[in-house]
C-alpha cells in the first residue's frame, strides 16, 4: 500500500495516473485502512482499479467509495464458443478440463 500511495501521489505522464489493484481482498486489516485514506482523498485525475473475488471481503468504508462493477459467471456453452472461436485447446478433454477449473470465469 506504501509503494500504491506513493505511485499515485507523483505526477502523471500523460492526462490521468492509473494503478490496477489485482485480488484487493488480499489485504490485511492494516494496509487496507491505510489504503482508505487515498480513497477518502483523491487526487485529481487518478483512476485506481481493483479487483475481486469476493467483495464482501473489503472493507465497508472502501467499498462505499468505490464504483463496483460486477461480471457475471459464463456457461460452459459460453466458455466452450469462446475457446472454439479463438482456437484454444484442440482436445475435447482438455476443453472439458479447463471448463471446470475455470468455473465460469474466462
Partial sequence: VREINHRIQQSAIGKH???FIENIE???IESAN?????CEEPL???????TTSNHL??????????LTIKFNELSNQELLERM??????????????VMNMAMGKP
Avoid: C, H, Y
Fill in 44 to 50: 485529481p485525475k487518478r483512476l485506481i482499479i481493483a
Fill in 26 to 28: 488480499r489485504m490485511n
Fill in 57 to 66: 471481503q473489503l472493507l465497508e468504508t472502501i467499498l462505499s467509495r468505490a
Fill in 17 to 19: 495516473k492509473i494503478v
Fill in 34 to 38: 491505510a489504503f482508505l485514506k487515498t
Fill in 84 to 97: 472454439n472461436a479463438n482456437n484454444m485447446f484442440g482436445n475435447e478433454e482438455l476443453k472439458n478440463l
